[in-house]
């Protein structure tokens, strides 16, 4: 057994011991009340779900297994020489519950360029593929062609004793975070660069060497993606990705079916495909107003334009979060840090002082501040990434840690079916008269 199973066996055993003790003991003990609006609304707030690498504060913002974005920053092992954390260093964390060592993120990075062959038949079977398809598509299509080589469903077929469940999904999870990379890379080379591939360096870590397959040398970029695959990588279980992970994988279905769930969720522009909307949103104000230095006040008449039009203010808002959004500020951080001279960054930050104010004014809006996708386009950009419908296919890519993580906890905790229930309007009707004395009257 390799040391990150061996430690990741031994963790949820342990885990799996207490959590039996704590249902036998508390298991009828209530942890939440649940109103009507809670019920229309997208079931916000409503604890009903386990979920063990990361936690969410609605004011704090993420944290995974107890560690802040600033945390992370602080203690993640590096590459050599540079500042962010190692993507693989977030990996090791969520999974086993500790920060690694270096050796530890070396291990990994080695065990994963193993891991790392993509099939020749999952290329061939993007190629088939219309090339104006959306890579979140794309990728959603080459994730579901690896999945005639999933470890779980083969050992299932095989008659796989239910005590084993968890091996056969850390195999997979492995596999497929390996193997990322080089299928996200592809799609984007496929797309964008005239199908004119790069072979992996593997001498560079995972997110390094995405870069690299992606043919974006440059450093600076190099590090952005280390701190933007650690950023994205979870945000709790309720969230639409983790979610879809979680209730696909609790079918049974293997990794890869429940990791291209995830995608098709991910690519939604409520939830991750509002990194590519912002972008397009600031191009077309930028196109609209004929500057690429736009004032406050031509960006607030054009934020009040847009809601004047039915639609959101991309990159804002979120359904947990009541303040400016961690992630957010990390990347803000990154770029004062590391960019000099970019106007799509300072009007990222000239958006930010101007949208709060605008969207509490509308007097419904429960987050005005930035969440995670509001930043990464300018950044992006300024390294000379310009395919923003692109965009979606990166934050894919680190959401995968998370989830799949999440799911060989799920796996190892023996975490059942998930199943809840639903009712009808006419249901809820007979309820209130019923329990409230409430006559609702038909429309
Ligand atoms: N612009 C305009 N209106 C907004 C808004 C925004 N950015 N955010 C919320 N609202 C509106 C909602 O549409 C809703 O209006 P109606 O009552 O007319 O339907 C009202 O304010 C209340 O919404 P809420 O309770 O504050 O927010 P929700 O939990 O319902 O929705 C969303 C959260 C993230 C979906 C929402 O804020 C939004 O649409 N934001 C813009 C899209 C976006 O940035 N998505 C990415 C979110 C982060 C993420 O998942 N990244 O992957």
Redesign the pocket.
Known sequence: MDLLKQLFYEKSQALGKEVKELLKEHGDKKVDDVVLEQVYG?M?DITCMIWEPSLLDPEEGIRFRGYSIPELREKLPRAPGGKEPLPEGLFWLMLVGSIPNKEQVKWLTENWVRRSNVPEHVFRTIDALPLETHPMTQLSVGVMAMQNTSVFAQRYTSGMNKTEYWDATYEDTMNLVARLPRLAAYIYRRMYHGNNQILPDISLDWGGNYAHMLGMEEEGFKEYMRLFLTIHAD?EGG??SAHTTHLVGSTLSDPYLSLSAAMNA?AG????L??Q??IRWIQKMVDTLGTSKPSREQISEYVKST?ASG?????????VLRKPDPRFMAQRQFAEDNVQESDLVKIVWKIFDVVPPI?TS?G????PWP????HSGALLIHYGMREYNYYTVL?AVSRALGVLSAQCWARALGLPLERPKSVTTAWVKEYLAKEYNVAVAES
């Open positions: 997208g916000r945000h969230n639409a991910l522009p409520l939830h991750g509002a990194n909307e912002v809601l639609r959101v203010i991309p990159g804002y808002g979120h359904a969207l509308l419904k809006v429960k987050n969440n995670v996708d509001a934050f």
